[in-house]
């Protein structure tokens, strides 16, 4: 049974940093593609990264490209986004999804608020 759980959401001035982890297990992690979206208030759920699973390819959506960074470490399960000079607009539900074998796995998501 494919099991996502994300951790690391909160509150954060404007300007500030946060760390994002998503802890993964039922499937070989290692070989898939992970992928962070959020959604915002009143808004569609949108992708904002994704990593590649056997390699370190990355692509980012563009409003975040130079703030966040998208990694993983396969020996723990876990994919990270390292969230830096954060904006308001930043704000929202953050999910880890994995894409297997022709089915969408999400987590609970992590709530993130930028605001001072």
């Known amino acids: 049974q494919v099991q996502l759980v994300e951790s690391g959401g909160g509150l954060v001035q404007p300007g500030g940093s946060l760390r994002l982890s998503c802890a993964a297990s039922g499937f070989t992690f290692s070989r898939y593609t992970m992928r962070w979206y959020r959604q915002a208030p009143g808004k569609e759920r949108e992708l904002v990264a994704g990593i590649i699973g056997p390699g370190s390819s990355t692509n980012y959506k563009d409003s975040v490209k130079g703030r966040f960074t998208i990694s993983r470490d396969n020996a723990k399960n876990t994919v990270y986004l390292q969230m830096n000079s954060l904006k308001p607009d930043d704000t929202g539900v953050y999910y880890c999804?994995?894409?297997?074998?022709?089915?969408?796995?999400w987590g609970q998501g992590t709530a993130v608020t930028v605001s001072s």
């Open positions: 999804n994995a894409f297997i074998l022709g089915s969408d796995h």
